[in-house]
């Protein structure tokens, strides 16, 4: 649970050979979803796009992607902008990992013992990097 109040909007295309495209855009609270130096950057847009292959058969016949390779980005300098691509593995049509690496527009500042910032790290909201591929 969070006070990000995300409301987002997206639609989506297939695209033979492709994969499926997806174009959104997100708003959320503008009091939480900030930038380095405390502003609101609490709006912007997404852009996602799936591809799934090797396709097999459940129990039922129904046919899923075991492998499906995904990547997304978000704009904003804040706890939702970012993205990257990752590959899900379908153990079963609904159970799946999602592995691959994140990056975040947004730098947070680490406090040392004096208060004081002693470095910067990226942070990544879980939000975007580990949602499902959209529609699934």
């Not at 980005?73 to 590959?87: E, R």
């Not at 990992?97 to 990544?124: E, H, Y």
Request: charged share 15%; hydrophobic share 30%.
């Amino acid at each position: 649970m969070t006070d990000y109040d995300i409301v987002d909007v997206l639609v989506g295309k297939t695209i033979p050979y492709f994969g499926r495209l997806f174009l959104g855009y997100y708003i959320g609270n503008h009091a939480t979803l900030v930038n380095g130096k405390g502003e609101a950057d609490n709006q912007g847009a997404m852009i996602a796009m799936d591809h799934g292959f090797w396709n097999v058969k459940d129990k039922n016949g129904d046919e899923y992607s075991r492998l499906v390779f995904a990547a997304d980005w978000a704009s904003g300098k804040n706890y939702v902008g970012g993205g990257g691509p990752g590959l899900y593995y379908y153990f079963t049509k609904n159970i799946s990992l999602l592995t691959g690496p994140c990056s975040s527009t947004k730098r947070l500042s680490t406090a040392s013992g004096n208060g004081r910032p002693s470095s910067t790290s990226t942070s990544r909201s879980s939000l975007a990097c580990s949602a499902p591929p959209f529609f699934q």
